[in-house]
């Protein structure tokens, strides 16, 4: 609010002497009612006015903390750089604004904290570079110099390379699996072939054999059979027999 006070009297060109009444005009609610409490010297300079005010709504956030706050601003996850390096321009203006003189070289300070604080591990390696060769480069060149190389960067075929070489590598692998897998489902259906083959085939010596025991054990109509007098040794027999069939 002082701020903008403070721009709009000097885009006006307002005269000094009616400062204080353009304020009380330009202010409202409790603003300009802190203003009307203040006594006759106290209103009698816009600076007067503006000290009051600065310190009921001014920022009074320590320094410290905002010291702190700037240099462990981090370029943040989907955000730009340049919304970035606005944050960080407004940072340093606020501490700036609250404690002048406190920095010498500001536009070195941001142009270290901006650099430090990008995402990209590939920019901000070449900016280093860039400081290293060029010492006195502004904060505004490096900020444009790293918003070209993000274009650069985002130019690249990197999605096409990669999917190149993935083609390369994991299709074979891919097609060899499934080549293994085909070939061992043809060698079980093969398998399960011939053991059908050969239960059907043991099946049918069962049977035969049971039905040529049948016959020999009822002897001929009408005379004795033989299981009358060889009944323990017919079953050992038949059971003989089928054990060596399975």
């Known amino acids: 609010m002082v701020s903008t006070l403070k721009a709009a009297l000097r885009a006006w060109r307002t005269p000094t002497d009616q400062h204080v009444e353009i304020a009380l005009r330009y202010l409202g609610g409790m603003a300009r009612r802190e203003v ?63 404690f002048p003189g406190s920095r010498t070289d500001e536009d070195r300070v941001l142009s270290n904290r901006f650099v430090e604080g990008l995402a990209s591990h590939a920019i901000k390696t070449e900016l280093r570079k860039e400081v290293r060769k060029h010492a006195t480069i502004s904060f505004l060149d490096l900020k444009e110099e790293a918003l070209q190389l993000k274009a650069d960067t985002a130019t690249e075929p990197v999605d096409e390379v990669v999917d190149a070489g993935l083609r390369q590598v994991k299709a074979p692998s891919l097609q060899s699996d499934l080549s293994i897998i085909t070939d061992g489902m043809k060698e079980n259906r093969e398998w399960y072939k011939e053991m059908e083959v050969s239960f059907r085939s043991m099946q049918q010596q069962i049977m035969d054999l049971q039905q040529t025991i049948a016959m020999s054990l009822q002897g001929p109509r009408g005379g004795r059979r033989p299981t009358d007098q060889f009944t323990d040794e017919g079953s050992q027999y038949v059971g003989y027999a089928i054990h060596l069939v399975i």
Do not use: W
């Not at 919304?83 to 501490?95: N, S």
């Open 36 to 98: 009307l409490v203040l006594n006759t010297v106290q209103q009698s300079t816009l600076q007067g006015v503006i000290q009051h005010l600065e310190g009921i709504y001014g920022d009074k956030t320590p320094c410290v903390t905002l010291m702190g706050q700037f240099y462990s601003r981090q370029q943040r996850p989907r955000e730009d750089m340049r919304q970035y390096a606005l944050c960080l321009q407004e940072l340093l203006q606020r501490i700036s604004t609250r």
